[in-house]
């Protein structure tokens, strides 16, 4: 690693901002890692994804598609990426 070393961005604030906010909120009795997501986010309300928990989504066990490339994002509209995990 160097002065010049590039990071991704996601990396760092996962574990810089994230992971204390979520460990706070778990203290605080005001999340349940848990719980099906659907509980905080109505776009998971759906029956058949009461098995997404908020613990999988930050396991990166949920089963999301990668983002694909920006070179690629004309091209990969939401239809075209595949969405199993919304079936």
């Known amino acids: 690693m160097t ?10 604030t996962k574990v810089i901002a994230t992971a204390p906010a979520v460990l706070a909120l778990v203290d ?3 999340l349940d890692l848990d ?5 905080y986010l109505k ?5 058949h994804l009461s098995w997404l928990t ?7 066990t949920a ?11 004309p091209e990969a509209s939401p239809r075209r990426c595949g ?3 919304r079936e």
Request: hydrophobic share 35%.
């Open 28 to 30: 605080d009795g005001k």
């Open 3 to 12: 002065t010049d070393t590039i990071f991704d961005i996601a990396s760092l």
């Open 43 to 47: 776009e998971f309300q759906a029956p």
């Open 63 to 73: 089963g999301f598609p990668d983002i694909p490339p920006r070179t690629r994002w």
């Open 83 to 85: 969405s199993s995990w």
């Open 35 to 39: 719980a099906p997501l659907g509980r």
């Open 54 to 60: 908020l613990r999988r989504v930050l396991t990166h």
